[in-house]
């Protein structure tokens, strides 16, 4: 169990550094006014999604679910700090699904957003991260 735990931290830590990051390339994309640079963000964007955002997300929602089956689920199901939890990581789960929607958007030319957009969507996953962060320490219901 204290692997399953351990594991679902770790992907939980590189899911969470591609989610501060991804939208904060998006700020200096926008911000771009050369092709060069364009096309260097598009690459640096499409490693980072699909090479360990993704992979990330998908390894946390395993070792999550992992923990529930390896510990005792009669626990978890009446655990109300958990479904909360839950309800942020459908949330950030969005989140990840607009961050691929902004990528083809970019990818293929049409951003339509200015980096001040980017800049305040950047701050999304900050906010998720203290509340899941305090309901899984603190589980205050």
Same mark, same amino acid.
């Given at each position: 169990m204290l692997w399953f735990k351990a594991l679902h931290l770790i992907a939980m830590v590189c899911w969470f550094a =591609?989610?501060?990051?991804?939208? &904060?390339?998006?700020?200096?994309h926008a911000m771009s006014d050369d092709n060069e640079s364009r096309e260097r963000f598009k690459v640096m964007e499409r490693k980072l999604?699909? +090479? %360990?955002? /993704?992979?990330?997300?998908?390894? /946390?929602?395993?070792? =999550? %679910? +992992?923990?529930?089956?390896? +510990?005792?689920?009669? *626990?978890?199901a009446t655990a109300g700090w958990l479904h909360a939890k839950f309800a942020m990581l459908i949330i950030l789960a969005i989140y990840h699904y607009f961050c691929?929607?902004? *990528?083809?958007?970019? &990818?293929?030319?049409?951003?339509? &957003?200015?980096? %001040?957009f980017y800049r305040w969507m950047n701050e999304i996953p900050v906010i998720f991260l203290v509340a899941i962060i305090i309901l899984a320490v603190i589980k205050p219901f």
């Open positions: =591609g989610l501060f990051y991804l939208p &904060r390339l998006y700020v200096y999604f699909y +090479g %360990i955002m /993704t992979p990330s997300m998908l390894a /946390t929602f395993a070792f =999550g %679910i +992992g923990l529930l089956l390896a +510990g005792s689920w009669q *626990l978890y691929w929607q902004w *990528l083809k958007d970019f &990818r293929d030319d049409l951003n339509s &957003r200015s980096h %001040i």
